[in-house]
C-alpha cells in the first residue's frame, strides 16, 4: 500500500513545477544525505545542525514539533534521545512501555506517517481544538522543546507570506508561553520581513539568548530563518 507522501509524489510527479522541482531536488546534496540516511525531509539536517550548534535535544525531555510533517525533525529526536528505536515503524506500540521519561508530540494538519515513540496529533495548530489535545498528551507535564517549522501555504506574495508566517511564530510563542518550563527551549521558522524585528524583540524580553539562524540546508534564496531562543524567563 502506498503511503501518504507517496501518492502525493504520483499526483504531482507530472506537472512542470514538479519536473523543476525534481531537478533542484537531483542537485541537491542535503535530498540525496536525507535519502542515505532515511530522513523523510532534507529539513532534518537544519536541526541537527542546530543542535549540534546549541545541544538541547536531550534525553528524559517533553519535545512538541509543530508542523511536523512529513516527521524529518521528529526523527531528528527520536533518533537521539531514544536511540534503541528500530527507525522503521514495525513493533512501535511494545515500546511504549521503553520511553525513558521522553514525550515527543508531532502536530500537522497534514498526516504523519508512524514514528517509533512518537505521538501524531492531525491538525491546525492555531486551532484551540488542537492545542487542547496537545495539552490532554502533556497530562500537566511542562514542556522542555517546543520546536515550529510551520510554514504557510505560500501566496507567491513575499509581504502575506511573511504576514502568515509571522502569525504561525505568533501562535506558537503564544502556545509556548503556557506550556514551557522555565529554561526550555523555543525554535521557530519564520519568513524575513518588515515585522521579524518586532517579534525579535518580544522574544528577548522572554528568554535569555535569542539568537537568529540560517542553517547550511535553508536554500541560499530563500527568505527563511530561525530564531534559536534559549532559557525561558517563565513568570
Ligand atoms: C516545512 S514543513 C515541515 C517539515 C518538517 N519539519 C520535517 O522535518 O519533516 C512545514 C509544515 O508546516 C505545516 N503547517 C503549516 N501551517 C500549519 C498549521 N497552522 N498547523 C499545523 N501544521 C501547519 C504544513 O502542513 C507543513 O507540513
Given at each position: 500500500?502506498?503511503?501518504?507522501?507517496?501518492?502525493?509524489?504520483?499526483?504531482?510527479?507530472s506537472?512542470?513545477?514538479?519536473?523543476?522541482?525534481?531537478?533542484?531536488?537531483?542537485?541537491?546534496?542535503?535530498?540525496?544525505?536525507?535519502?542515505?540516511?532515511?530522513?523523510?525531509?532534507?529539513?532534518?539536517?537544519?536541526?541537527?545542525?542546530?543542535?549540534?550548534?546549541?545541544?538541547?535535544?536531550?534525553?528524559?525531555?517533553?519535545?512538541?514539533?509543530?508542523?511536523?510533517?512529513?516527521?524529518?525533525?521528529?526523527?531528528?529526536?527520536?533518533?537521539?534521545?531514544?536511540?534503541?528505536?528500530?527507525?522503521?515503524?514495525?513493533?512501535?506500540?511494545?515500546f511504549?512501555?521503553?520511553?525513558?521519561?521522553?514525550?515527543?508530540i508531532?502536530?500537522?494538519?497534514?498526516p504523519?506517517?508512524?514514528?517509533?515513540?512518537?505521538?501524531?496529533?492531525?491538525?491546525?495548530?492555531t486551532?484551540?481544538?488542537?492545542?487542547?489535545?496537545?495539552?490532554?498528551?502533556?497530562?500537566?507535564?511542562?514542556?522542555?522543546?517546543?520546536?515550529?517549522?510551520?510554514?504557510?501555504?505560500?501566496?507567491?506574495?513575499?509581504?502575506?507570506?511573511?504576514?502568515?508566517?509571522?502569525?504561525?511564530?505568533?501562535?506558537?510563542?503564544?502556545?509556548?508561553?503556557?506550556?514551557?518550563?522555565?529554561?526550555?527551549?523555543?525554535?521557530?521558522?519564520?519568513?524575513?520581513?518588515?515585522?521579524?524585528?518586532?517579534?525579535?524583540?518580544?522574544?528577548?524580553?522572554?528568554?535569555?539568548?535569542?539568537?537568529?539562524?540560517?542553517?547550511?540546508?535553508v536554500?541560499?534564496?530563500?527568505?527563511?530563518?530561525?530564531?534559536?531562543?534559549?532559557?525561558?524567563?517563565?513568570?
Open positions: 500500500m502506498k503511503s501518504t507522501w507517496q501518492k502525493f509524489q504520483v499526483r504531482y510527479s506537472s512542470p513545477s514538479s519536473k523543476r522541482w525534481t531537478a533542484r531536488q537531483d542537485r541537491d546534496q542535503f535530498v540525496k544525505k536525507a535519502q542515505s540516511q532515511n530522513y523523510r525531509a532534507r529539513s532534518a539536517f537544519k536541526l541537527l545542525e542546530l543542535d549540534r550548534k546549541y545541544n538541547f535535544i536531550k534525553p528524559g525531555s517533553v519535545f512538541i514539533d509543530c508542523g511536523a510533517a512529513p516527521g524529518g525533525w521528529s526523527q531528528v529526536i527520536s533518533r537521539k534521545v531514544l536511540p534503541e528505536f528500530d527507525i522503521t515503524t514495525e513493533g512501535i506500540k511494545d511504549e512501555t521503553k520511553l525513558n521519561g521522553n514525550l515527543i508531532a502536530v500537522d494538519s497534514l504523519i506517517e508512524p514514528i517509533p515513540g512518537v505521538n501524531v496529533i492531525q491538525g491546525d495548530f486551532d484551540i481544538s488542537t492545542q487542547q489535545k496537545v495539552k490532554e498528551l502533556l497530562k500537566e507535564r511542562e514542556v522542555d522543546v517546543i520546536l515550529s517549522d510551520m510554514a504557510p501555504n505560500f501566496s507567491g506574495q513575499h509581504f502575506i507570506d511573511h504576514v502568515k508566517s509571522m502569525e504561525l511564530c505568533e501562535s506558537s510563542l503564544n502556545f509556548a508561553e503556557r506550556v514551557l518550563k522555565s529554561g526550555g527551549t523555543f525554535l521557530c521558522k519564520f519568513l524575513m520581513g518588515e515585522s521579524d524585528l518586532e517579534f525579535r524583540n518580544n522574544l528577548k524580553t522572554k528568554f535569555d539568548s535569542v539568537r537568529h539562524e540560517k542553517p547550511q540546508a536554500r541560499k534564496k530563500s527568505s527563511e530563518g530561525y530564531f534559536m531562543c534559549l532559557g525561558y524567563k517563565k513568570k
